[in-house]
């Protein structure tokens, strides 16, 4: 379990549990508001509705935590049912799933070895090179004009400065 694979780490985080410990973790650059548009637009079709609203969520816990500089508890049941998924605590269900895949992406971490806390940033990690070449063409396209007007770059082409896959319609 202490493995690092992020889905048995979050299984470990809701198993049998009824609260969970939330802290507010430091962002890794470049990164943006967990509730910009640029993470609805490009970031919930990466990580899937359902954990781009439980991570949005957890941000808004994990700001609170901040400000109070103390880990905040909240009810396993209470996450389910505002995402209207299933409150189960089992290893397989929808919330240690979700969970998992916050990790996976890189918008929560787990660490075992210090304690049994959902570390959380408020702000999120742009898309990888990987994650941009997944998005859809049309989706694609737009990512990389959105990142040369973010960056103030001149050379506003859909495909300029993005590596060669990319330009090529990453296929």
């Not at 640029?38 to 816990?61: D, F, K, Q």
Request: aromatic content about 4%; proline content about 8%.
């Amino acid at each position: 379990m202490r493995s690092g694979d992020p889905i048995e780490c979050a299984r470990h985080l809701v198993a049998g549990r009824t609260h969970l410990q939330v802290v507010h973790a430091p962002a890794t650059a470049p990164v943006v508001s967990a509730h910009s548009e640029y993470a609805r637009r490009y970031l919930l079709p990466t990580v899937g509705p359902t954990t781009y609203l439980l991570g949005r969520m957890l941000a808004e816990l994990a700001a609170t935590a901040h400000e109070t500089n103390r880990p905040v508890s909240v009810p396993l049941a209470q996450l389910a049912d505002a995402l209207g998924i299933t409150p189960s605590t089992s290893p397989n269900a929808a919330l240690a799933r979700s969970l998992g895949r916050l990790v996976r992406f890189g918008l929560a971490h787990i660490d075992l070895a210090r304690s049994d806390a959902l570390h959380v940033p408020t702000e999120w990690p742009m898309l990888n090179e990987g994650q941009h070449r997944r998005l859809p063409g049309w989706l694609r396209v737009l990512h990389a004009h959105d990142l040369f007007g973010e960056l103030g770059l001149t050379d506003t082409r859909p495909d300029a400065g993005l590596p060669a896959a990319t330009a090529a319609g990453g296929q």
